[in-house]
């Protein structure tokens, strides 16, 4: 029955982000037909500097389906609307709110609390991440395209594995605050200070959480980031045990 | 001795954050007991409860609930034989009346179907009316009925009537008691209404500032404390009593009134050597007790 409670507390999270994450993946799609309108117009605008490099290279991944897919959807799309709802399905429900003396008083162990809670919205945000991303193959011959399934399946992946993370990380903090904002302002604001270290700092523009999310290694060279894939994982992990430990050793 | 308990509390202590929340409790509780636990806002009544749910732990000290650390190993199993509701009877609110009893009844294996089935008829409750929906009473009588439910051995109930009005008050009293009858079950209740701890309790304690000032049977208490009230001739005599068991001596005017805990016999002896007019020893309320063990100031 907890399972029961936990999808009761996060279905309405989870129904509009994957309405949200699907309209977004198809709307990249649909608008390609009239990007593709407006490549010819771009080497018109000069800009220099890291602006100017970041809006030439989406340019040029734009030329080809498969890069304007990887730049407008995996990349940001969906990284980016991903995170906000990964952290959303992490916070609350576990002892925040008014319910929370009925909860911890059931005959349950708290670390079963963590667990099924974190296993609800982790089985929720890889729908999140999967879903929208077979939209993209399922809805490119609409405009006369082709897209992977399999490389939108990589994609997905990368996204749940390394989005996990800040999932985690609301989890985390959810057991920290009774309420649930400060864990959501919290994850959400280690979500874009990894962001603008990413975009400022060439070392982690490729190895950071975000390039693992958007699977930029899978999509440049083929190759599946499977170390960033694996620290993002045991990132995950080490959150959520001490998400329990700090449940269990919490007073109410 | 310990084991035979349904509560045993000693010596807890709690502090948060530099406030001593209790300051080295001890309680017993008998089984098939409907135990009042007295005190006023802020005296404790709360924090106590929570430590012997396992909830919150105490800082020192040793609780034992039916026998069992509620903090220990076996405290999932241990929450399996009891039944809490809170004073602010948290439910979820998203569920309704029938997803509530739908989800809570699988967490207890001995769950009274029969019982359920009894108190949805005599609470009236409208199944698919959501917890938020319901008033202050209506949420009152389900968390009640979640509880007896169960086929808990121990209830532990937190400021049970509070915010209902004097009907629900009494109703959920009535079943209460009708509950008690009924089983074995102990009934641990915390208030600060002292007209219901006196109405359905057979054994209360007094707790103040995180102390059980006055623990005892109700009837005990009744026989052992009493008014003794002194009329003179003039001005009352500013005397300070020796007997042991004084524990109040108010003067006014010809009067002068004492309050003993230990009986009357030895502070009366002591009183006649005064020659008072006249000499009346009168029963005391649970009030009157209440209000001299708990002190006033702040």
Not at chain 1, 137 to 150: F, K, R, W
Not at chain 2, 4 to 23: F, P, Q, S, W
Not at chain 2, 271 to 284: F, G, I, K, M, Y
Request: net charge neutral; with cysteine; glycine share 8%.
């Amino acid at each position: 029955m907890l399972w029961y409670k936990a999808w009761l507390e996060t279905r309405w999270r989870f129904f509009i982000g994957l309405a949200v994450l699907i309209c977004s993946a198809a709307g990249a799609v649909l608008t390609y037909p009239k990007v593709l309108s407006l490549l010819p117009l771009v080497p018109t605008v000069d800009v220099g500097g890291e602006l100017g490099r970041r809006v030439r290279e989406a340019v040029e991944l734009s030329r080809e389906y498969r890069g304007y897919i990887w730049l407008q959807a995996f990349r940001q799309n969906l990284a980016q609307t991903g995170t906000l709802f990964a952290v959303l399905l992490g916070t609350g429900g576990l002892v925040s709110g008014t319910s929370s003396l009925f909860t911890l008083s059931l005959p349950v162990s708290r670390e079963r609390l963590v667990g099924v809670r974190a296993a609800t919205g982790l089985w929720e945000w890889l729908l999140l991440a999967l879903v929208p991303s077979l939209v993209i193959p399922l809805l490119s011959p609409a405009i006369g395209q082709h897209y992977d399934v399999v490389a939108a399946l990589v994609h997905g992946l990368c996204l749940f594995v390394a989005g996990a993370t800040f999932f985690s990380l609301a989890v985390l903090l959810s057991t920290m605050f009774a309420d649930p904002w400060r864990p959501s302002l919290l994850a959400l604001f280690v979500a874009i200070a990894l962001g603008v270290a990413e975009q400022i700092s060439r070392v982690t523009a490729s190895h950071g959480l975000f390039a693992v999310m958007s699977g930029e290694a899978f999509f440049r060279a083929g190759q599946v980031p499977w170390v960033g894939l694996l620290l993002s994982a045991a990132a995950s992990a080490a959150m959520l045990y001490g998400a329990a430990f700090n449940l269990a050793n919490r007073d109410f | 001795m310990a084991d035979a308990l349904a509560i045993h509390a000693d010596d807890l202590r709690k502090n948060y954050e530099g406030t001593e929340a209790l300051r080295g409790l001890t309680l017993q509780v008998p089984p098939g007991s409907l135990f009042g636990f007295l005190g006023r806002n802020g005296a404790g009544k709360t924090t106590t409860i929570k430590i012997l749910l396992g909830i919150a732990r105490a800082t020192s000290g040793r609780a034992r609930v039916l026998g069992v650390a509620p903090d220990g190993p076996e405290a999932v199993e241990l929450r399996r034989r009891l039944a809490f509701v809170s004073e602010d009877k948290e439910l979820y609110d998203y569920m309704t009346v029938e997803e509530m009893i739908r989800f809570t009844s699988p967490f207890f294996p001995k769950w009274r179907t029969d019982v359920e089935q009894q108190y949805r008829r005599q609470f009236d409750l409208p199944a698919d009316r959501k917890v938020k929906a319901l008033s202050r009473g209506m949420r009152t009588k389900l968390a009640l009925l979640l509880a007896l439910c169960r086929g808990a051995e121990l209830l532990i109930l937190d400021e049970p009537t509070s915010g209902l009005d004097p009907a629900a008050t009494e109703e959920m009293l009535q079943a209460l008691v009708g509950h008690v009858a009924a089983g074995e079950t102990t009934v641990f209740f915390s208030s600060h209404q002292i007209a219901e701890v006196e109405q359905i309790a057979d054994r209360v304690a007094i707790i103040d500032r995180g102390v059980v000032v006055v623990a005892g049977a109700l009837d005990d208490l009744r026989e052992s404390y009493k008014r003794i009230q002194l009329v003179f001739d003039g001005e009352a005599p500013a005397v300070a009593f020796r007997a042991p068991g004084v524990r109040r001596v108010r003067r006014r005017g010809r009067v002068l009134t004492l309050l003993a805990s230990d009986g009357a016999d030895l502070p009366l002896a002591e009183a006649r050597a005064l020659n008072p007019v006249s000499v009346d020893v009168l029963p005391v309320s649970l009030k009157d007790i209440f209000l001299d063990t708990v002190t006033t100031e702040d």
